[in-house]
């Protein structure tokens, strides 16, 4: 839209954007242009106008909630009066007499700023609906109490410890942290620690200067550094070799590190999420895990139950899947029975979540009618050892009234005594590492014994 109360400068400028495959509304006031604003792209007006000025017209496209760019016209000797539109908003400023060939440079660089804005948005509104609470779906008293911690945590730096089996989600609820942290607009920086080969990781988490070993023929910053101001998610936290557990102490602690090859201290702002399949406090006892970094990465701890824990949300999260999954596959289906949601709460699901949707998936694509039912549900066979809520009673392990926690404090107070106190040769005994066995005297309130001379 064009306002201009000269009417040949009008035309002339309508004429030209028209060239360019414009659509144009040419206007003589800013009254008039007011009614036509809400569907204009880019808003191109003088500042001089008959009844209301540029700048109230400019304040009242913003008050209206406008989405136009606008660019203003400005006569020789009245740029501080532009200067002081582009403060309420506009984009730019054409100065009077204007060639053909400026008009159409700065049209197209405000349409391509423009364009950008729309796309950053359009992507941002895209990971609203992906990450918000409500699409990470759970309506068990678990899951709810997740939502809950998730909330008041993202706000904050502190660390968190997400611990689960694999499929539970652990990555959709690192990146609801981050997206809901004053770090969303930052980068988030996903860390699979197993998929990195031990002689690469320390390159691949800190980075390399040039010639730091052979093939290195350009420095490369780290993971860490591609976080910097953002979020890095340390998946399987659990694999991680102990010289990188040290470097990774030191980034918690100090914020600070050295690439590969270099003495020279980076500093890095990065907010840490750890996620981990495994007991790491079994690692620890093993000796497998430091314990002051495992301190510093369990501030907020975050335990995602099994889906076989949490049945209540399988009904919720199949429909959320067959309506998410149909539209893409191009399946008749658009909805599931209760039967067939009955055949999926008698399944143990040892894959989590990210089975029950790889199921939905291939039930959708070989379904013929428009709604899943039982015999559609393409459920794999339990695999061997899997958990089961159908596995046969069997015998019991222990004596009768008997706990594994009692039945271990027994075994470790036996193997003392035949020790005469000696935690190695204790340790010995009963298969475990000096470390573990120190760890749980400890847990038991026992110091140990005697200690043999040199140990």
């Known amino acids: 839209m064009v306002v201009e109360d000269e009417e040949k400068l009008r035309r002339v400028v309508q004429l030209h954007l028209e ?6 509304d040419g206007v003589a006031s800013a009254e008039q242009g007011l009614p ?3 569907s204009a792209d880019l808003v191109i007006t003088d500042l001089r106008l008959p009844g209301m000025d540029g700048i109230q017209f400019i304040k009242q496209l913003h008050g209206r909630g406008a989405p136009a760019a606008v660019i203003v016209m400005t006569a020789h000797g009245s740029v501080e009066t532009a200067v002081e539109a582009m403060k309420l908003g506009a984009a730019d400023f054409l100065q009077k007499p204007f060639s053909l060939d400026h008009l159409a440079t700065v049209v197209q660089k405000v349409m391509a700023v423009q364009a950008l804005r729309d796309e950053n948005r359009r992507m941002r509104d895209e990971l609203d609906g992906r990450y918000q609470f409500d699409n990470i779906i759970g309506r068990s008293a678990a899951m709810r109490d997740i939502f809950q911690t998730v909330e008041r945590v993202a706000p904050t730096r502190a660390t968190v410890l997400l611990a689960g089996e694999s499929g539970v989600g652990k990555d959709m609820i690192a990146r609801a942290i981050h997206h809901h942290s004053p770090r969303s607009r930052h980068p988030f920086v996903k860390i699979n ?5 031990e002689n690469l990781m320390e390159s691949e988490l800190f980075g390399y200067e040039k010639g730091a070993f052979t093939g290195a023929s350009v420095s490369k910053p780290g993971k860490f550094e591609q976080a910097d101001q953002g979020t890095a998610f340390l998946d399987e936290i659990g694999d991680v070799p102990g010289n990188i557990q ?20 980076r500093n890095v702002d990065v907010r840490v999420i750890a996620a981990t399949n495994v007991d790491l406090r079994a690692a620890l006892e093993e000796g ?9 990465l369990n501030v907020v701890p975050i335990n995602i139950p099994p889906l076989r824990q949490r049945r209540e949300d399988i009904p919720f999260l199949a429909l959320h899947f067959v309506t998410k999954l149909s539209k893409d596959l191009g399946s008749r289906a658009k909805d599931i029975s209760p039967a067939a949601v009955d055949r999926l709460l008698e399944y143990s699901w040892p894959g989590n979540v990210r089975e029950l949707e790889n199921t939905i998936e291939r039930s959708l694509v070989l379904a013929s009618g428009e709604t899943l039912q039982a015999g559609d549900m393409r459920i794999e066979a339990a695999r061997t050892g899997s958990p089961s809520a159908a596995q046969p009673q069997t015998a019991p392990l222990l004596p009768e009234g008997e706990t594994l926690e009692h039945w271990e ?13 000696n935690k190695s040769q204790a340790a010995r005994m009963l298969g475990l590492t000096r470390n573990a066995l120190r760890y749980r005297l400890s847990q038991m309130g026992m110091d140990g014994g005697a200690e ?4």
């Open 409 to 421: 404090q027994m075994m470790i107070k036996e193997a003392m005594r035949r020790s005469n106190g």
């Open 19 to 24: 060239s360019m495959d414009f659509e144009v």
């Open 193 to 197: 620690c197993t998929a990195l080969p």
């Open 288 to 296: 497998r895990f430091r314990e002051d970094l495992y301190y510093r």
């Open 36 to 38: 036509l604003a809400a």
């Open 452 to 455: 043999v001379p040199g140990e």
């Open 246 to 265: 040290v470097k990774l102490l030191r980034i918690l602690q100090e914020r600070q590190f050295e690439r590969l090859g270099s003495n020279l201290t």
